[in-house]
């Protein structure tokens, strides 16, 4: 809209905002010519729009996050799969109507995973979609009354020789995550996938074959441990 044409429309003009480059379409009604408005009368969004996966902190963590980089991600729709893959983080502010791309869970072979729509604080953390068919992704978001749908994301494998330990053998010091070998040392570690309960390691150090001691729950399960 020109700001000269602004007489023609139902909105003051001290309420307009014009956006002469960027495509927008109406989500609601917004009124007709010669009618006051009250209070919020229509919501815009742009035509182009950015999609990202979400993943919840409880599960994957940041390592996590970084290893999935570049794995395939494959969208269901009623007109067949769009297909697409994992890019860097996505840091965005959570917009009113703002649609993006959602939850999933890490994997080493294909396995169920949730898009979501909202940035923010709700303890997920977002990677971009790259690689997909964003104008047939549109289409068929259109089509889903949720801003949310599921999607799976697929890693084959690992990364190659890496050495890998049980979940429960990591340890952590604020931000540092790190394991007790058997002699009682601590080496302190970086993390890749972690996969049904065995978590990828890399330090200095470590060798295949060395074995590391897991932590001690309580004192109650180190006593029920010597019973048994």
């Known amino acids: 809209m020109k700001s000269e044409d602004w007489k023609r429309t139902a909105i003051p003009q001290q309420q307009l905002v014009f956006a002469p480059a960027t495509p927008v379409m109406a989500t609601s009604r917004c009124g ?73 869970q890490t994997s080493q072979e294909n396995t169920g995973a949730n898009d979501s729509a909202g940035i923010g604080d709700d303890n997920r953390s977002y990677l971009r979609l790259e690689n997909a068919d964003t104008e047939k992704l549109q289409a068929e978001s259109a089509k889903i009354n949720s801003a949310e749908t599921p999607v799976t994301v697929t890693r084959m494998q690992g990364k190659a020789d890496a050495l890998t330990v049980e979940s429960s053998a990591l340890r952590q010091d604020g931000s540092q995550i790190w394991v007790m070998t058997e002699g009682g040392g601590r080496v302190n570690v970086d993390t890749g996938l972690c996969v049904q309960g065995l978590c990828e390691i890399d330090g200095d150090g470590l060798v295949d074959g060395m074995v590391i001691v897991l932590p001690e729950v309580s004192t109650n399960d180190t006593a029920e441990r010597k019973r048994q």
């Open 32 to 104: 007709i010519a010669g009618q006051k408005v009250a209070g919020e009368l229509c919501v815009l969004e742009t035509a182009e729009r950015e999609y990202a996966i979400a993943f919840s902190t409880v599960d994957v963590s940041d390592a996590d996050l970084d290893a999935l980089e570049g794995a395939s991600v494959t969208i269901p729709t009623a007109n067949g799969p769009i297909t697409g893959t994992v890019g860097k983080q996505y840091v965005a502010t959570k917009q009113a109507n703002t649609p993006t791309v959602g939850e999933g």
